[in-house]
């Protein structure tokens, strides 16, 4: 017997109890793709996004391998007036392509590349073959781009002896890669495509302790995220599963307050969702199985629970207890019309033998899927926390006498928080800082989005086409396959993972020898500090002075690290 707290008020009853009824308690209707990729046991919020995006059958890049834009010429931006012109022109090409974007790279070639290659040129060590990993290379205009520069400006053997791999996940890209390249007949035998996922270790095969670049332009933002959430601003911090769920058209009863199905022999999974209005809840002596969760307290009225002899696992919430109990014979059908009784209060069924299954409209359950909260367990998700800091309490007097009024001030007023952690990003790290030690980086991706409508720190835009405009999602769960998923990149974060990982190896190295390992040198630089630095600005720039890549790309940072042996 579970009795609620008195401070919730009394409510109205469907009561179904010990009737022969066939089938389950939970039908699921055609499920979305959401809820395809989950299956039956929880799957952590990376694994969704990573399905979202790169499912070989239902994922974005594909489903859309056309997603991302291909010019056939440059842009002669000299030959445009201004702002307007460009804003026209860059209409007109979007209307003549079926795509979703262009890439910075592919808008402004070859001179966006050409400033890639020329800080490669001034920061490599030209004495060893060059060697460049570019991962995700989307259409394989950034390589061509560079490997035309290389030809064209590097002494002869910089292009004679460099090799350039394209690590690509996408097998329509990686063949769009292939033609691209193929288009220079000089560039086919330095040129390379390995179709794989560049975070998986067992691709790399051997260590290659040789210099190298590595290349990432747009990547990171793709790259799977976990989340994490807390209850207000003490409470500890939680991993985020995502788990499917079914969803009683109970839920849409408003005015019921009663339910009663008891000793039917129903089958299936606890419901999660309820009528707000309900004060008296019995589904005892069936076989439902699943968890009671404290989500039942978000019922205002609820009075009574009675969950005994079933199959659910776990615990019940603490903030839950009571009990009742009662007895019919009534035989016969159960008619659809109980359904469209608006008045319905109280139905008593109990203890019954109707010859028939409960009406479909009645019990009827759509399939969706719901989060659910863990303690942290998780390797990456617990890394990227101890890198941010965010598991540290400082225990002076001053801090505790600051935690203890936060307590109180979460109480009175409590605020959930939720933060999303490049996980994805530090399993790349350090894939990359264990198979290539000696790597030098250059990455370039948005530091961050405008208009992002989905809640917590380091939100994702979720985004897709609808008859050539673009409709933003509230929710990432309602990415099916449809959709991009892209997050802004936090640069502080991306430098501390990266030393994070170098650290790693660096301590892996001390083990075995005495010499003291040299650390890397890192540096932020937004885009247009970049391209001034080692770009020509004057081949972006139009007719008025306006130029589109230094003055409308100010969301997008470049970031280089390399290590001190490779740096001059």
């Known amino acids: 017997m579970i009795f609620l707290p008195r401070r919730l008020p009394l409510l109205?009853?469907?009561?179904?109890?010990?009737?022969?009824?066939?089938?389950?308690?939970?039908?699921?209707?055609?499920?979305?793709?959401?809820?395809?990729?989950i299956g039956d046991t929880p799957i952590l919020v990376r694994d969704f996004i990573h399905s979202a995006l790169y499912h070989p059958n239902h994922g974005y890049f594909s489903k859309r391998p056309g997603s991302v834009g291909m010019l056939d010429k440059s842009i002669k931006f000299n030959q445009l007036q201004g702002r307007n012109a460009y804003l026209r022109h860059l209409g007109n090409l979007y209307k003549q392509n079926d795509i979703a974007w262009f890439t910075p790279v592919e808008l402004f070639k070859p001179w966006y590349a050409h400033g890639i290659a020329e800080a490669i040129l001034r920061t490599a060590d030209l004495s060893v073959p060059l060697k460049i990993y570019e991962i995700g290379?989307?259409?394989?205009?950034?390589?061509?781009?560079?490997?035309?520069?290389?030809?064209?400006?590097?002494?002869?053997?910089?292009?004679?002896?460099?090799?350039?791999?394209?690590?690509?996940?996408?097998?329509?890209?990686?063949?769009?890669?292939?033609?691209?390249?193929?288009?220079?007949?000089?560039?086919?035998?330095?040129?390379?495509?390995?179709?794989?996922?560049?975070a998986n270790r067992s691709g790399w095969g051997d260590v290659d302790r040789q210099q190298c670049w590595v290349i990432m332009l747009e990547v990171l933002d793709n790259l799977p995220h976990d989340l994490i959430y807390s209850e207000n601003q003490v409470s500890p911090w939680m991993e985020v599963w995502?788990?499917?769920?079914?969803?009683?058209i109970l839920y849409d009863m408003e005015n019921i307050t009663r339910v009663t199905i008891s000793n039917t022999n129903l089958a299936g999974f606890f419901p999660r969702r309820w009528s707000l209005g309900l004060t008296y809840i019995d589904l005892s002596c069936n076989n439902l199985g699943g968890r009671v969760t404290v989500s039942l307290t978000h019922l205002p009225d609820l009075k009574f629970l009675i969950v005994s002899y079933n199959l659910i696992e776990g615990?019940?919430?603490?903030?839950?207890?009571g009990s009742?109990?009662?007895?019919?014979?009534?035989?016969?059908?159960?008619?659809?019309?109980?359904?469209?009784?608006?008045?319905l209060i109280h139905l008593d069924l109990s203890h019954n033998l109707f010859n028939g299954s409960v009406p479909k409209s009645l019990l009827e359950m759509n399939l969706h899927v719901s989060e659910l909260y863990k303690p942290l367990h998780d390797p990456l998700i617990s890394c990227c926390v101890k890198i941010l800091d965010m598991d540290k309490e400082d225990s002076s007097l001053g801090s505790r006498a600051i935690s203890a009024a936060k307590r109180i001030w979460s109480k009175v007023f409590p605020h959930p928080r939720r933060v999303?952690?490049?996980?994805?990003?530090?399993?790349?790290?350090?894939v990359l800082h264990w198979a290539l030690p000696k790597m030098s980086l250059i990455a370039s991706d948005f530091s961050y989005l405008p208009d992002v409508r989905i809640s917590g720190e380091r939100a994702p835009l979720v985004s897709t086409k609808n008859d050539g405009r673009s409709v933003d999602y509230k929710s990432y769960l309602d990415a099916k396959g449809d959709a991009d998923i892209f997050f802004p990149t936090d640069f502080w974060l991306l430098e501390r993972i990266d030393h994070h990982c170098s650290g790693l190896l660096n301590r892996q190295l001390e083990a075995s020898s005495s010499?003291?390992?040299k650390q890397r040198r890192t540096i932020v630089l937004d885009t247009a500090s970049f391209m001034e630095e080692?770009?020509?600005?004057?081949?972006?720039?139009?007719?008025?002075?306006?130029?589109p890549l230094l003055d409308d790309f100010k969301n997008t940072k470049f970031y280089i690290s390399v290590p001190t042996h490779n740096t001059k």
């Open 12 to 37: 109205l009853s469907l009561n179904l109890r010990a009737s022969s009824f066939e089938g389950s308690f939970l039908c699921p209707s055609a499920a979305s793709f959401s809820t395809d990729i």
């Open 137 to 198: 290379g989307g259409s394989g205009t950034c390589a061509k781009c560079i490997m035309d520069y290389m030809m064209l400006n590097a002494p002869a053997k910089v292009y004679n002896n460099m090799t350039y791999v394209s690590v690509e996940i996408s097998p329509s890209l990686a063949r769009k890669q292939l033609e691209t390249l193929g288009e220079v007949s000089s560039h086919s035998s330095r040129f390379r495509v390995e179709c794989r996922d560049a």
């Open 242 to 248: 995502l788990e499917k769920q079914r969803d009683s």
């Open 315 to 321: 615990t019940l919430p603490r903030e839950l207890w």
């Open 324 to 343: 009742a109990l009662a007895k019919n014979s009534i035989s016969g059908p159960i008619l659809e019309s109980v359904y469209a009784i608006p008045s």
């Open 420 to 430: 999303w952690l490049p996980t994805g990003c530090l399993q790349l790290m350090e």
């Open 515 to 517: 010499k003291k390992v």
């Open 534 to 547: 080692f770009g020509l600005p004057s081949k972006t720039r139009t007719k008025d002075g306006y130029n």
